[in-house]
């Protein structure tokens, strides 16, 4: 890789493989405002594209050496190998190349509040409360979500202020070429083990990711995680917590939950109340990922009222808690959830939402976390009353036999109803046969087991 020492002045064009990711999407939007030529290729169209088009990009479909303009940087994404024809002709051009997560880097450094959100769970939620918080007080934050915000129109928004906020993933330590001025760590658990030897090589991540946030900056911490107060200690900036169970900064007391499992709670900052805050998303999760946002918020000088007035507009974003429909008197819901933790507490918002029976339909998402986490994954489903579980997507590995769907099924509690079935359209027929009025039927995954809920929802068309 040829060095590089970012210098604006000499950078007009900028060339971006896999630019129709949602991470990478954002990054063109952001460069193609602040005055850049941009292109970029990815291996099929799509509504992101067509939107970059109409901004100016010069968009290529499929990647070829002849897409390679002569740029002056090229910037890729983390699934773009070395081999890329585009990254190998740049090597050939003696054009400079960076990855995705140090580009955005370079962009959060142009802005003075710069805000990370990070943490296994929770991040694209907190993220799109709080960037709802700013954005309706006035603050005009440029935002990166890592999903569609129908309030925002997408996954981007540019702002003109001095405030970021962008989602700050752990992957193969990403985030640790940011720079932010608040760091949030919502929760920390053992997740990308295909990279992460264990917990403790997690930690280290983040005890890295805290150390980058300056002396006068914030560390928004979740006090009723274990290992993110550990991490914590290695903060040498400010640290505000935030908790329901342990005494913290921000806490939630005497939570309730209404006819459609919506939380209210009572805010206490520094033992003092505050007021019932509601919120119009469903789950005791959501409830930590508002505290998040709430003391974020708070920090950057928005009024109570203010988070008061706006936190109930956020209704969510597309698959988190996604209802997508009704069939046979059922609501179809789909969701991101892939981690055992992720779906504990998805199925414990559906039992807080009106239900006869709640259907889980989980497709389990990279082969070395559906073995590294096996047993946790068996025991995550006890909230569902009928479960399916279809083959494992491979996203980013290959398959070497170690381990399938079947083998999961295999150790499930037998007292469970639960079968393994392959085939989308078999599920979706097996559902529109079985489903009663007053069901929930939820699709989760972070592949695309969301095109069940399409098909079902097809079906009753």
Request: proline share 3%; glycine share 8%.
């Amino acid at each position: 890789m040829i060095s590089f020492d970012w210098n604006k002045n000499k950078i007009h064009h900028i060339h971006l493989i896999g630019i129709g990711g949602i991470s990478m999407s954002g990054i063109a939007e952001i460069l193609l405002n602040q005055g850049y030529k941009v292109s970029g290729s990815d291996i099929k169209d799509s509504n992101i594209l067509i939107k970059l088009r109409q901004h100016g990009a010069k968009i290529f479909i499929g990647h070829s050496k002849d897409n390679v303009e002569n740029p002056d940087l090229i910037v890729y994404s983390a699934a773009i190998r070395e081999d890329n024809p585009e990254r190998v002709q740049g090597r050939l051009l003696g054009i400079p190349e960076i990855d995705r997560a140090k580009m955005l880097g370079q962009i959060m450094k142009t802005y003075k509040k710069a805000i990370a959100v990070s943490g296994s769970h929770g991040k694209t939620s907190t993220t799109s409360i709080l960037s709802l918080l700013m954005e309706y007080s006035g603050l005009d934050p440029t935002i990166m979500v890592g999903g569609e915000l129908e309030d925002i129109g997408g996954n981007v928004k540019i702002g003109k202020s001095e405030h970021f906020i962008t989602e700050a993933c752990e992957y193969v330590e990403s985030f640790l070429h940011f720079f932010p001025y608040i760091g949030i760590i919502l929760n920390i658990d053992e997740d990308h083990l295909d990279y992460y030897r264990d917990l403790d090589h997690i930690k280290k991540a983040f005890k890295k990711f805290v150390q980058t946030i300056p002396q006068e900056g914030f560390l928004i911490a979740c006090h009723d995680d274990d290992e993110v107060m550990d991490v914590a200690e290695d903060a040498v900036c400010n640290v505000v917590t935030y908790g329901i169970k342990r005494p913290s900064d921000f806490m939630a007391k005497d939570i309730e939950f209404n006819e459609l499992g919506y939380p209210n709670f009572i805010l206490v900052y520094k033992s003092e109340e505050i007021g019932r805050f509601h919120l119009n998303i469903p789950g005791l999760h959501n409830v930590y990922n508002a505290l998040a946002a709430i003391s974020t918020s708070h920090i950057l000088g928005i009024s109570w009222d203010m988070i008061m007035k706006n936190i109930p507009l956020y209704k969510g974003i597309d698959r988190r808690f996604d209802v997508r429909g009704m069939v046979k008197g059922a609501k179809i819901i789909d969701d991101y959830a892939h981690h055992p933790v992720e779906i504990k507490a998805t199925l414990e918002a559906a039992k807080q939402h009106p239900h006869s029976k709640i259907w889980a339909i989980f497709q389990p998402h990279t082969f070395s976390r559906t073995k590294a986490l096996l047993y946790d994954f068996a025991m995550a489903f006890d909230s569902a009353d009928h479960i399916i579980i279809t083959d494992i997507y491979a996203a980013r590995e290959l398959d070497n036999g170690e381990i399938n769907s079947k083998k999961l099924v295999e150790i499930m509690d037998k007292k469970l109803d639960v079968l393994y079935m392959k085939d989308f359209e078999e599920i979706s027929n097996y559902l529109y046969e079985n489903i009663a009025p007053g069901d929930l039927v939820i699709t989760m995954g972070a592949g695309d087991v969301y095109k069940i809920a399409e098909m079902l929802l097809n079906i009753a068309s």
